[in-house]
């Protein structure tokens, strides 16, 4: 087996961004929705990591994963609050369900 | 094979199966479960990459309170009297073909792509360094993100509360 570098960070990254995206699209429950926004995350952090590790940037990498991670807080209690609504209004949280604007 | 590849193998393997249960598991509080652990092993790859401060900030808030305020989401959203909590799927067939023409071709462009790597210097300790960048080179965005944490933590009690 060949050392661990830069690549194998990636492709665990690019595994993680997958299955999010997985999450995502095929998903009901708007909750499982938000999981894989939050796997999604995950993912580009390792990126930004990885590559303030291997790349000659310093640490610009990490801070800008930390800038993430506080994004990712406050995105997930804001969602949570729209979903609760959702679901106070219309009593399902399942996102194909909550198709008002249609008609 | 060193220690290191060992243990990057085993975060590694961590993080992907947990992930996996994440996205094919039908009840949501186990996904949620899971969840913890794919977190877990993402700390742990921080960890390997030398970002000790990213992976326990990644621990406190990620397990400390996203994962908490999800569990909450799913409590909160779902009769709590029905034991099982389960998700309906759709388009489970143009997903995964999709998904998987998407990350094969992600996947080639990371293993063919001739990255350069500069040589790699003994790993240190970074909160010292981390702090200072945070508060000389990056005070706008710190302060920014200070106020939009405030802003969307307002917001969301306002909204939750209507």
Redesign the interface.
């Known amino acids: 087996?060949v050392?661990?570098?830069?690549?194998?960070?990636?492709?665990?990254s690019?595994?993680?961004?997958?299955?999010?995206?997985?999450?995502i699209?095929?998903?009901?429950?708007?909750?499982?929705v938000?999981?894989?926004v939050?796997?999604i995350l995950?993912s580009a952090?390792?990126n930004f990591?990885?590559f303030?590790?291997?790349?000659?940037f310093g640490?610009?990498g990490?801070?800008i994963?930390?800038?993430v991670?506080?994004?990712?807080?406050?995105?997930?209690?804001?969602a949570?609050?729209?979903?609760?609504?959702i679901?106070k209004n219309l009593s399902t949280?399942?996102v194909?369900e909550v198709d008002n604007l249609k008609d | 094979?060193?220690i290191?590849?060992l243990i990057?193998?085993l975060f590694?393997l961590l993080?992907?199966v947990s992930?996996?249960f994440?996205?094919t598991n039908k009840n949501?509080v186990h996904?949620?479960f899971y969840?913890l652990f794919?977190?877990f092993g993402?700390a742990g790859?921080?960890v390997?990459?030398?970002?000790d401060?990213?992976a326990i900030?990644?621990l406190i808030?990620?397990v400390g309170?996203?994962l908490i305020?999800?569990l909450?989401?799913?409590m909160?959203?779902n009769k709590i009297t029905n034991v099982e909590i389960k998700?309906?799927?759709?388009?489970?067939f143009s997903?995964?073909v999709?998904?998987g023409l998407?990350?094969g071709a992600?996947?080639a462009a990371?293993?063919y792509a001739p990255?350069?790597?500069?040589a790699?210097q003994e790993a240190a300790p970074?909160t010292g360094?981390?702090g200072n960048?945070?508060m000389n080179e990056?005070v706008l965005?710190f302060e920014l993100?200070g106020i939009?944490?405030l802003i969307?933590?307002i917001?969301?009690?306002s909204?939750?509360r209507?």
């Open positions: 087996m050392t661990v570098g830069l690549t194998h960070f990636l492709v665990i690019t595994l993680l961004f997958s299955m999010g995206l997985y999450a699209i095929t998903r009901k429950n708007a909750v499982m938000l999981m894989g939050e796997l995950n952090n390792i990591i990885a303030s590790r291997f790349g000659n640490y610009n990490q801070l994963a930390l800038f991670i506080v994004l990712a807080a406050a995105e997930a209690a804001i949570l609050a729209i979903v609760l609504n679901y949280v399942n194909d | 094979m060193n290191y590849d990057f193998y590694a993080t992907l992930a996996f994440v996205v949501i996904s949620a969840l794919t977190f993402v790859i921080y390997l990459l030398g970002a401060f990213v900030v990644q808030v990620y309170g996203i305020l999800l909450f989401g799913v909160l959203t998700t309906g799927t759709i388009n489970i997903a995964t999709g998904v998407f990350s992600l996947l990371v293993l990255w350069k790597e500069s790699l970074t360094i981390l960048l945070l990056y965005v993100l939009i944490l969307a933590l917001g969301a009690a909204i939750a209507r």
